[in-house]
Nanobody, 128 residues
Framework: QLQLVESGGGLVQPGGSLRLSCASS????????VGWFRQAPGKEREGVSY????????SYASSVKGRFTISRDNAKNTVYLQMNNLKPEDTAVYYC?????????????????????WGQGTQVTVSS
C-alpha cells in the first residue's frame, strides 16, 4: 500500500519549535517533489513549503519564510519540516504530499492538484 505518514505534531507554546516528519511507505520518496500543506479550521488548505527530489530547490509561503525549514534525507525516505518561532496562526492540520512533477528553479513548484499521494495529517496547535 502506497502511503505517506506524518508525525511530530503536538501542542506548543508561542515561540516554540516542532519538527514534522513525512515518511513514505510502499514507494521510494527519492524521486518525488514533496510539499507540506496545512489547513486551519474554517480555512482552505494552503501550501507551506516545497522541496525538490534532490533537495536542491526549496520554497516557502511568505507567512513562514525565515521560521520554517524544509529538508529531506533520501537515505531515510523522509522529508522534514522544522518549525521555529511558532505563532498561534500556525495552528492547523499539516499534511505532506508527493508529486511526480519535477520542481526545478526558477520554475515554481507543482500546483496542489499535481500532488498524488497525501498523508493523513498531523495536528499542530500553538497556544499558551
Amino acid at each position: 500500500q502506497l502511503q505517506l505518514v506524518e508525525s511530530g505534531g503536538g501542542l506548543v507554546q508561542p515561540g516554540g519549535s516542532l519538527r514534522l516528519s513525512c515518511a513514505s511507505s510502499g514507494f521510494t520518496l527519492d524521486y518525488f517533489t514533496v510539499g507540506w500543506f496545512r489547513q486551519a479550521p474554517g480555512k482552505e488548505r494552503e501550501g507551506v513549503s516545497y522541496i525538490s527530489s534532490s533537495g536542491g530547490s526549496t520554497s516557502y509561503a511568505s507567512s513562514v519564510k525565515g521560521r520554517f525549514t524544509i529538508s529531506r534525507d533520501n537515505a531515510k525516505n523522509t522529508v522534514y519540516l522544522q518549525m521555529n518561532n511558532l505563532k498561534p496562526e500556525d495552528t492547523a492540520v499539516y499534511y505532506c504530499a508527493s508529486s511526480a512533477v519535477a520542481y526545478v528553479e526558477p520554475l515554481p513548484p507543482p500546483q496542489e492538484s499535481e500532488y498524488d499521494y497525501w498523508g493523513q495529517g498531523t495536528q499542530v496547535t500553538v497556544s499558551s
